[in-house]
């Protein structure tokens, strides 16, 4: 499986990014797709994840602003960020996993204050 990202970028402080991925190759029907974030000098955390089904999990800090969404159709994965905080800078990564878990490359979001 082979991930694809993008929406990265610079914004200010209250501000919107979305992020897209896609997702290609052997793709099964109980995949899981998500995103986590890595900031520098800490370890890679849970952002959000969806189902085939739509079910959703978030992390605590970003319930209300970020929303995750999936187009089975084009096994792609959104993530639409809004009041965005300078804490949220980071690394942001696509998973992918069914049977195995396989991660995007990697999208830099940057808030600045």
């Known amino acids: 499986v082979q991930l694809v990202e993008s929406g990265g970028g610079l914004v200010q402080a209250g501000g919107s990014l979305r992020l897209s991925c896609a997702a290609s190759?052997?793709?099964?029907?109980?995949?899981?797709m998500g995103w986590y974030r890595q900031a520098p000098g800490n370890q890679r955390e849970l952002v959000a994840i969806i189902n085939r089904g739509g079910s959703t999990n978030y992390a605590d800090f970003v319930k209300g602003r970020f929303t995750i969404s999936r187009d089975n159709a084009k096994n792609t994965v959104y993530l639409q960020m809004n009041s965005l905080k300078p804490e949220d800078t980071a690394v942001y990564y696509c998973r992918y996993s069914d049977a195995v878990v396989y991660w995007g490359q990697g999208t830099q979001v940057t808030v600045s204050s």
């Open positions: 190759g052997s793709i099964f029907s109980g995949n899981v």
